[in-house]
């Protein structure tokens, strides 16, 4: 991946945290490379909710993704972070803005990228966000998502347990309330007619971690 983990983690500086946060979540997971193999072969301007510090919208210009790229997310100061790092690294056609997903949606076409976010908002307002993510796809569009998927094992109470650690530790403000069930996102895919796959992706840890991709037929 072309610029290298190093010099993406670089536009970060100052901040140390977030240097050494890009650093080794880059090193270790293979959720970018994931996504940017999904979204290679489109142009439709990319809407990333719950975006983080926007290490997606790097990694996706190194992998030759062209359109447009609009992270949210509710986390003020990681809005901040992605904002400075995407400037210092002159990343055309990123933005970004804070939101809060479980109150307001931004108006979009496009793919829409729902990263190991869907877990963390409550229920009911699972469903509108998956809802309005599926509203926004235009033809060609894709929609991408990892997350644990809801199914008894000790892969999921890992993931529960990588996700409450991270609410303690202060780099997520809330705790993770409910995985998505696998057959409940296949049958609210099927009701909008979309096609869709889950591969998993764990990486080198025990995740409960699936690469969701859900679109429109071609024609469809
Ligand atoms: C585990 S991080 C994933 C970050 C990014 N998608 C990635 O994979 O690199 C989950 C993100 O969801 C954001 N988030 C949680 N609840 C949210 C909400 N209600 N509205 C917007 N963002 C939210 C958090 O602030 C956090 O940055």
Same mark, same amino acid.
């Given at each position: ?17 977030h240097?050494?946060y ?36 790097h ?7 062209? *359109?447009?790229? #609009?992270?949210?997310?509710? =986390? ?5 972070s &992605? %904002?400075?790092?995407? $400037?210092r ?25 729902l ?41 999921l ?9 991270a ?7 809330? *705790?993770?309330? #409910?995985?998505?069930r696998? =057959? ?5 895919? &099927? %009701?909008?007619?979309? $096609? ?9 840890l ?12 071609p024609?469809?």
């Amino acid at each position: 991946m072309e610029p290298g983990i190093r010099e993406i983690a670089q536009h970060y500086l100052p901040l140390r945290n977030h240097y050494w946060y890009a650093r080794i979540k880059l090193a270790t997971d293979p959720l970018y490379a994931g996504v940017g193999a999904v979204l290679a072969r489109t142009r439709e301007p990319l809407l990333d909710l719950g975006c983080g510090i926007g290490l997606l919208g790097h990694t996706l210009r190194a992998q030759g993704f062209s *359109g447009d790229y #609009r992270g949210v997310d509710i =986390d003020a100061a990681k809005i901040a972070s &992605a %904002r400075a790092a995407a $400037t210092r690294a002159r990343l055309p056609g990123a933005r970004f803005e804070t939101i809060d997903l479980a109150g307001g949606f931004p108006a979009h076409r496009g793919s829409v990228a729902l990263l190991d976010i869907v877990q963390f908002l409550p229920p009911p307002a699972q469903a509108v966000l998956l809802e309005n993510a599926i509203a926004c796809l235009t033809p060609g569009a894709v929609l991408v998502m990892r997350s644990g998927l809801h199914r008894e094992g000790w892969r999921l109470s890992f993931t529960r347990a990588v996700d409450r650690f991270a609410r303690w530790t202060r780099w997520m403000n809330v *705790g993770p309330q #409910r995985y998505p069930r696998r =057959d409940e996102l296949e049958q609210r895919f &099927a %009701r909008h007619g979309l $096609t869709a796959s889950f591969t998993p992706l764990r990486g080198r840890l025990p995740f409960e971690n699936w690469l969701i991709c859900a679109r429109h037929e071609p024609g469809g």
